[in-house]
T-cell receptor, first 108, second 112 residues
Framework: TQLLEQSPQFLSIQEGENLTVYCNSSSVFSSLQWYRQEPGEGPVLLVTVVTGGEVKKLKRLTFQFGDARKDSSLHITAAQPGDTGLYLCAGENNDMRFGAGTRLTVKP | DTGVSQDPRHKITKRGQNVTFRCDPISEHNRLYWYRQTLGQGPEFLTYFQNEAQLEKSRLLSDRFSAERPKGSFSTLEIQRTEQGDSAMYLC??????????FGQGTRLTVV
């Protein structure tokens, strides 16, 4: 079983729409990271959240860490085709474990 | 380029052969991780190092897999007696502290 559950697994939307993807676990994490990965490449770090309830913004992306530090969400406003990719969350305690990812496709 | 470097980018090998991959982390990053990723899945944790010490190894990892990080710099991942199920992308990442890992471009292994 996956330590981190990401939903939805796949998401296909039109350019300009808003979306939210989720990362859930029964475990408490010291920190949680979000990455974006394109085919044939390694994941690229987007953000790290550390404090329960923390909200971070990166242009059109808003990341939230749950109060109990067990879950997180990523909201994208006015999605663009360049946002297409695999979005991965990773929970960190001593090591770092990943979810299976949400594959996002933004159609022009 | 001062990012994480992995070599080779691609490796095709026959079943039963041994393969070795190399990872050069970002200078002064004391943590180094190895992951395996198959199509449609997230990276699966294999092992990690704090400097030269291997602190954890996944229970999913068979005895055919071994990793080293001599002198706390570059790392190697060796797979002995490769099987078709070993075909995957092998990813290396380094970190200056416990969070925020920076990944290389990976080594794509195909076992035929």
């Amino acid at each position: 079983t996956q330590l981190l559950e990401q939903s939805p697994q796949f998401l296909s939307i039109q350019e300009g729409e808003n979306l939210t993807v989720y990362c859930n676990s029964s475990s408490v994490f010291s920190s949680l990271q979000w990455y974006r990965q394109e085919p044939g490449e390694g994941p690229v770090l987007l953000v790290t959240v550390v404090t329960g309830g923390e909200v971070k913004k990166l242009k059109r992306l808003t990341f939230q860490f749950g109060d109990a530090r067990k879950d997180s969400s990523l909201h994208i406003t006015a999605a663009q085709p360049g946002d297409t990719g695999l979005y991965l969350c990773a929970g960190e305690n001593n090591d770092m474990r990943f979810g299976a990812g949400t594959r996002l496709t933004v159609k022009p | 380029d001062t990012g994480v470097s992995q070599d080779p980018r691609h490796k095709i090998t026959k079943r039963g052969q041994n393969v070795t991959f190399r990872c050069d982390p970002i200078s002064e990053h004391n943590r180094l991780y190895w992951y395996r990723q198959t199509l449609g899945q997230g990276p699966e944790f294999l092992t990690y190092f704090q400097n030269e010490a291997q602190l954890e190894k996944s229970r999913l990892l068979s005895d055919r897999f071994s990793a080293e990080r001599p002198k706390g710099s570059f790392s190697t991942l060796e797979i002995q007696r490769t099987e078709q199920g070993d075909s995957a992308m092998y990813l290396c990442a380094s970190s200056p502290h416990r969070a925020e890992a920076f990944f290389g471009q990976g080594t794509r292994l195909t076992v035929v």
